[in-house]
């Protein structure tokens, strides 16, 4: 089954990465100062890193495969 989510529910925009070049143009695309890099293969948080430079994605090496590069979302921390 398909979730939906509610109205306003921010769902970060990313892309699926194969090389160096394929991060370095979906850095440009989401035009965001910092970004999530996830592995597509990883589990309970390991290797999520939060990136902040094109040089930092030049040096990646892919250890775990293909990468999920998305734009870092602010949230809401505030006590309801």
């Known amino acids: 089954a398909i979730e939906t989510l509610a109205p306003g529910v921010r769902v970060p925009r990313g892309y699926v990465c194969s090389t160096v070049d ?19 293969l990883g ?11 094109m040089a930092d994605l030049c040096a990646y090496t ?3 495969g293909d990468v999920l590069l998305e734009e870092e979302l602010t949230i809401d921390v505030t006590a309801d």
């Open 22 to 40: 394929d991060l370095l143009a979906a850095f440009r695309l989401l035009g965001t100062p910092t970004v999530v890099l996830k592995p597509c």
């Open 43 to 53: 589990a309970a948080g390991k290797g999520i890193l939060f990136i902040r430079s």
């Open 62 to 64: 892919f250890p775990l």
